[in-house]
């Protein structure tokens, strides 16, 4: 039996009749109709009739084979994967159209198909001709590495090439949304289609120990598209994102079965293609002002410590009610800081507009940087710069205590391996500072109101 069941293109909720606002996640206008294939009575038929084997059960410990990997040259990528691409894996590439996921993702499969690994290393796009894709290749210098291309979009086809293919191949799918198969009555990039077309593509890979990439673009909303049912049938989610009008993009790891999440990898559009920046602290501050205002933070991406500045400006407010601008972290928090500040150093800012600014297109994300944006709100409104040696990281609390933060010896090596000499943090444990302090100076600061009166004394 075919029924019709109306389903949510953002969440996967399913509906008995059409509306307008999905109740299950609130989005508006992304409830389609689709075609339901098999009935629970038909499930239940099936399921009874089979004769399966019983499962067998093993111990926690045993032997462990290490997933092997492949490593494709391009560091930034390799390190977001948790060290490679997993042999048989699937991973989902989400992210903003035109922000460079096709790029990326050519540049690696022609790296790693340079390297010579075992396998074939095919690319199979439904968005694009092959002369387009040719086009791109050219321009970042790639024409000779062995890829092979093809333009198609029927997951049957796709399904035939992927099971004559070798053991160990590499595929890259551009995008998931282009793909339909007929078994399907609902039309490409609908959740249907996208989620028969995924599981048949990574079941016909696993099998095969086929490793696939496959390319989903985001809503709006900063979901994967027809929509978050990806995420959990692949090994491996990663979202590429920054500014578009930025030269700065950030692939972020979401989930990892074979590594740790929270990696990011840092690239920079150039015009022939994406560079891996080695080096990302140096490039944020590389711009950096000594005007009131600018701190510079050590933030933590995944593993690694990267410096950014914050900014802030305090203007005085033509309306009633004061603008707060904030990009690059979280406007409830800087909320919160101001509040903190009224109430704890008995400033007032509710007569003026401020506006927060992490520069180079970064988003910060941990409370770690609660003590900088501070800071960079009492150099502004006092006016008083702060030292260009300086880095600032603190969690405040609302008591305007200054507290503890993770990692802290990892940040402060980072600083001072590119020249910071002073840094201002809470009070530690010993453990975790040890052998720091011979390599930059550690001023321990206790409340906001110890580091308001800090900064303002100083020459
Ligand atoms: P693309 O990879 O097509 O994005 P996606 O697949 O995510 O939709 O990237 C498109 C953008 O990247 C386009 O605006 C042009 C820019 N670009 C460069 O700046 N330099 C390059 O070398 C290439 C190939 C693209
Ligand atoms: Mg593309």
Redesign the pocket.
Known sequence: MVSIIYQCQNCGAQHKKWAGKCDECGSWNSITQETAIGSQAKIKKIINRSKADDIEFLGLKGEQSVPPRMISGMNEFDRVCGGGLVFGSAILVG??????????LLQVLATLAQKKTTGQHYYISGEEGIEQIRM?AE??HLSEAKVMLAANNHLTNILLSLDKMPIGSVVII?SIQTLYTEAIDSAPGTVAQIRTCASELIRMAKQKNITVIL?GHVTKEGAIAGPKVLEHIVDCVLY?EGERHHQFRILRTVKNRFGPTDEIGIFE?????LQEVINPSAIFIKDRTTQPGSVIFVGLEGTRPVLMEIQTLIAPSSFGTPRRSVVGWDSSRLAMIIAVLETRCRVSLASQDIFLNVTGGLRIQEPAADMAVAAALISSIFKKSLSEKLVIIGEVGLGGEIRGINHCSIRLKEAAKLGFEIAYLPSQPKKQIAGVEKQITLKEIATLEKLMNTIRTQE
């Open positions: 992210g903003d159209p035109g922000i460079g996921k096709s790029t990326l791109r321009r970042l551009d390319v590429f559009m150039t015009d022939s293609g």
